[in-house]
Nanobody, 121 residues
């Protein structure tokens, strides 16, 4: 069973940057598709970035394209978040899977517990 643990969340001012990290164990992310999802209070979880293990292709839904960057190295995955907005406030989840590529949550079998990001305006 792949275990995921997020870190790096916190409070940041609007316009600022934050880098989230996700550590996997006992295996690396090498053979897994990865994604970051976020869930605002009272709303459904939605993808902000995803990456294919096959060719490292990335996808970003429009609200986050150009501001967020997903990457991975060994047993670490990252989400670099720039130009943060108050509407980016929520809980961020790291996810990994080995079935299907894309940002659909059903493709991801393994999930971290999530970490809070708060953007103050």
């Amino acid at each position: 069973q792949l275990q995921l643990a997020e870190s790096g969340g916190g409070l940041v001012q609007a316009g600022g940057s934050l880098r989230l990290s996700c550590e996997s164990s006992p295996w690396t992310f090498e053979h897994y598709n990865i994604a970051w999802f976020y869930q605002a209070h009272g709303k459904d979880r939605e993808a902000v970035a995803c990456m294919s293990s096959y060719n490292l292709a990335t996808r970003y839904p429009p609200p986050w394209k150009g501001r967020f960057t997903i990457s991975k190295s060994g047993n670490m995955a990252f989400l670099q978040m720039n130009n943060l907005r108050s509407e980016d406030t929520g809980i961020y989840f790291c996810a990994a899977g080995d079935y299907g590529t894309g940002c659909d949550s059903s493709f991801y079998k393994y999930w971290g517990r999530g970490i809070q990001v708060t953007v103050s305006s």
